[in-house]
């Protein structure tokens, strides 16, 4: 994270264009967000109730509903173009319906498009929330509930918008604004490329505002400057051609899940570092991250030394990570004195910026398979790749977007890294080279997103709102 000079329309993209005040409506748009951000949230409430979850495992009807349900709110919002369209995946079933809504532009006026999605995480266990997963609670000045912050906030935050501006500038809006709302982002954006290429003269813009990120904290916005990439698989360990008694036969050999366990601690070093050679890694953060911040943040529990080494803004922004998130063995409750043949595992691991996804894989795979324990037969599986993302804070719509959040909440914004991956922006720089990228989010470190009560600050949500609408009035009088 590092902090920005302070923004102004003058500063950002040469004078301010006529019949424009140098703070374009502020006032005026606020007062037309606070009128309808009681309907905002009525709206949120709704599309938190539709569990629309795109993993291949669960009912896709509700889905299909969700995005209905956002198509219909794009048509109360006055688009006329509003369309849920789809493409199919590799194995020829359906991947996730997007919805696709377009305000065409005026003559010589930018266009503007404005992404989130509509699909979701489950629930995970419901034991662990305090209220129901898919019923909106307001509770504390936040809105508890799966979607709620992530992302479901990011499509009203996007509609509330640009439903203010078009209410204060009226006939004065010529600017171009298209809606895109994905349905799959949470299963991976497989069928993303092949959609973008489909209808790339559709999603066409000048500038693109991508609303799954997050704020700084509570009170203090961020525009996301980085992004780590991603890859994933699976790494299977062997020793038995079957099961076998572990009385009979235990102790010349070790079973596959105590193996899999010595080739998985072969992944990080003593300290907590990735341990792969080949992975690009900085520790070059010029502001850092309090240790105490970070560890209730992220619940840390007292005593648990942190991993790694370097900063820990760079840890978490410009370094490896690698997550053990599934391992398959028997349940305790199940359990039986028997030697496993196989285990299996899956891995995460999240990239540097300037790390190639597919230099990542080939890098794993040679470890795995040069620290096979006890010569057990390993089976590496590359599963999906993503690349990181890196903005150009030079470019005339980053820097009107930081004057815009600093309008908006009353202080300074933040120019931040995160941890956490979007592959799919590298599709978007590959197929319009020329556009300028936002990552914003409605977000904060508390909203626990994927997580059990996850929530949005509703003070803050407002807030984003009226920093969109500024962006998009200020955008109105051209880039």
Known sequence: MTSSPTATPENIAGPTPPGLDPNPGTEDLRAAIDRSFEGTLARLKELVAIPGIAWPSFDRSPLERSAEAVAELLRAAGLME?????????????????????RPAADGKPTILLYAHHDVQ???DEELWGTEPFTAVEKDGRLYGRGAADDKAGIMAHI???TAVAEVLGDGLGLGVTFFFEGEEEAGSPTFRPFLEAHRALLRADVIVVADSSNWKVGVPALTTSLRGLVDGTIEVQVLEHAVHSGMFGGPVLDAPTLLSRLIATLHDDDGNVAIQGLVAFDNATVEFPEADYRSDASVLDGVRLAGSGSIASRLWTKPALSIIGFDAPAVDVASNTLLPRARAKFSLRLAPGQVPEEAMEAVRKHVEAHAPFGAKVTFTPGESGNPFKTDTSSAAAGLMMWALGEAWGVQAVETGIGGSIPFIADLTELYPDVQILVTGVEDPDSRAHSANESLHLGDFRKAILAEALLLSRLNGGL
């Open 82 to 102: 509003v369309q849920v369209l789809g493409c199919d995946k590799p194995d020829g079933t359906p991947g996730g319906p997007a919805v696709v809504a377009r």
């Open 122 to 124: 489950p629930a995970g």
């Open 160 to 162: 509330a918008a640009f």
